[in-house]
């Protein structure tokens, strides 16, 4: 079992940045390829971003290619979400993830082993 607690959501006006953190405990954590997920209210859980057990590999949803960084840290148990000019339209709940998918490519829902509790990014305009 891996339990994931993310941190670092909140307020920030458009083009600002914010850092979001997932620390893992649990099983090895550097056994398992990590992501971010984004919920909007009404809408569907949507992935932004994965990154494979060793950080070598990293993917990025197109909406957010560009402005968005994942990297991890195995030695602090810790993935990372480094989130620059920020839009209204990047407002969600983001889920940490972690699991046994392949890098490179994007992550499905059904994938995920291991969810996080979910941090709030609100983007004011």
């Known amino acids: 079992q891996v339990q994931l607690v993310e941190s670092g959501g909140g307020l920030v006006q458009a083009g600002g940045s914010l850092r979001l953190s997932c620390a893992a405990s649990g099983r090895t954590f550097s056994g398992y390829a990590m992501g971010w997920f984004r919920q909007a209210p009404g809408k569907e859980r949507e992935f932004v971003a994965s990154i494979n057990w060793n950080g070598g590999i990293t993917y990025y949803a197109d909406s957010v290619k560009g402005r968005f960084t994942i990297s991890r840290d195995n030695a602090k148990n810790t993935v990372y979400l480094q989130m620059n000019s920020l839009k209204p339209d990047d407002t969600a709940v983001y889920y940490c993830?972690?699991?046994?998918?392949?890098?490179?490519?994007?992550?499905?829902?059904?994938?995920?082993?291991?969810w996080g509790q979910g941090t709030q990014v609100t983007v004011s305009s």
């Open positions: 993830a972690g699991g046994r998918f392949p890098g490179g490519r994007r992550v499905g829902i059904r994938e995920v082993d291991y």
